[in-house]
């Protein structure tokens, strides 16, 4: 049976330039301590806790993971709620601020998978494809 109710809107988070600059010169430095202070420093923006959790899957550390996927996954929703969205609608990868949050959701599907979360991870991939599917073609 096809909806006849238009989808929502996409929603776009703002820019955070003091966030993104900050996140740059950590990315420079290359060390988790550079991320932690973005993340210490700007604890609403998901893509410091992104660049932590992909890290820490990195470094196989998945319980790590796992917790910075949540942070930044938990403080992205609260993002996405204040900038109009509703619990269900696009979120477009295309859109740069919505990146951090979008990492966020596949990196929690990965660590919930190896930490043996199987149900999480699954509705954590689904919640990444029906936000963009091509955030999940990206990251995947």
């Not at 820019?15 to 202070?37: C, F, H, I, K, P």
């Not at 859109?95 to 699954?122: K, M, T, V, W, Y």
Request: aromatic share 8%.
């Amino acid at each position: 049976m096809q909806n006849l109710l238009p989808e929502p809107p996409a929603t776009r988070l703002p820019v955070s330039e003091d966030a993104d600059t900050a996140l740059g010169r950590a990315a420079e430095s290359g060390t988790d301590a550079a991320y932690q202070q973005v993340a210490a420093d700007y604890p609403a923006y998901s893509a410091a806790w992104a660049a932590l959790a992909a890290n820490a899957l990195a470094a196989d550390q998945p319980v790590t993971a796992y917790a910075y996927a949540r942070t930044g996954y938990h403080r992205g929703l609260d993002a996405l709620r204040r900038s109009g969205w509703k619990g269900h609608g696009p979120v477009p990868w295309s859109h740069e601020p919505n990146r951090g949050f979008l990492r966020c959701l596949h990196s929690l599907s990965q660590a919930a998978a190896a930490i043996g979360e199987s149900d999480e991870a699954a509705r954590c991939a689904q919640f990444l494809r029906d936000s963009d599917p091509a955030a999940a073609d990206a990251l995947t």
